[in-house]
């Protein structure tokens, strides 16, 4: 994370009414953590490296003899031989490490998406440049934060079989799930700069305060209606998942 930018993000935060807790986590100050993750995945047996660069990964997806899910690894390296393994190391390629999900099927319940199950493959905990993966990261932090509720776009739904198997493995405790659906721009793509004035100093360089920004977002969600301009006290009052969208919002230009 670039210097300052947590920083910045607290700022919009309190500019609009919400704290949080505790002072900002760095994934760059844990890798210890993930580290001992890895280790534990290693002795059970569970990694193995894989040399495969994400255009082969695609290549096999769309082959004729049975194509796979876009994004689903096809297991070419799962079973390579020792001989085999040392060939890709004098090639020069690093390799990254995945788990083997060996096709197990997680299921769980979605506070806003209800039931839902995932089949998992082998999926990558440490990239090739020996980054820590975001499947590890994400995992390992939130145990260690005692997260209950994992909140995020439903964007990410795809990757939490993938992380409740991880988990599991790890004897970490099940966080429980919500989904929510994204905000996308005119054109219904998701929302990003290309869409023009996304972030609140952009709003408010606009002559849009932050309680108006607020009340914008509040309106989404179906929290107000239009031109109310509610507290915060007002917004946690009213506030009850069950009345979250299920269907994406389309901000308007």
Wanted: proline letters at 7%; one cysteine or more.
């Amino acid at each position: 994370m670039r210097r300052g930018l947590a920083e910045a993000q607290l700022v919009d935060l309190a500019a609009i009414g919400l704290d949080w807790d505790g002072p900002v986590v760095r994934q760059s100050e844990r890798l210890a953590l993930y580290d001992e993750a890895l280790a534990r995945l290693h002795g059970d047996g569970r990694l193995y490296p894989c040399y495969c660069t994400r255009a082969e990964i695609r290549e096999a997806a769309s082959a004729p003899h049975g194509p796979l899910a876009e994004g689903v690894y096809p297991g070419t390296c799962r079973e390579l031989s020792a001989a085999q393994r040392a060939e890709r190391e004098r090639s020069g390629r690093p390799p990254a490490l995945r788990v083997r999900g060996e096709a197990a099927r997680m299921a769980f319940e979605d506070r806003l998406l209800g039931s839902q199950e995932g089949v998992v493959d082998d999926y990558v905990v440490r990239r090739n440049d020996g980054a820590h993966a975001y499947n590890l990261a994400v995992v390992v932090d939130d145990a260690a934060q005692n997260v209950g509720e994992v909140v995020r776009g439903a964007d990410l739904l795809e990757t939490t079989a993938r992380q409740l198997h991880l988990g599991a493995l790890l004897g970490l405790a099940a966080a429980a799930h919500a989904h929510v659906p994204l905000v996308l721009g005119p054109d219904g793509k998701r929302l990003s700069k290309r869409h023009g004035a996304v972030t609140l100093a952009d709003r408010r360089a606009a002559g849009e305060p932050p309680p108006f920004v607020r009340a914008a977002l509040a309106t989404s969600i179906g929290l107000t209606e239009p031109g109310e301009a509610p507290t915060m006290a007002q917004l946690l009052e009213r506030f009850d998942p069950v009345r979250l969208p299920r269907e994406p919002t389309v901000l308007a230009p």
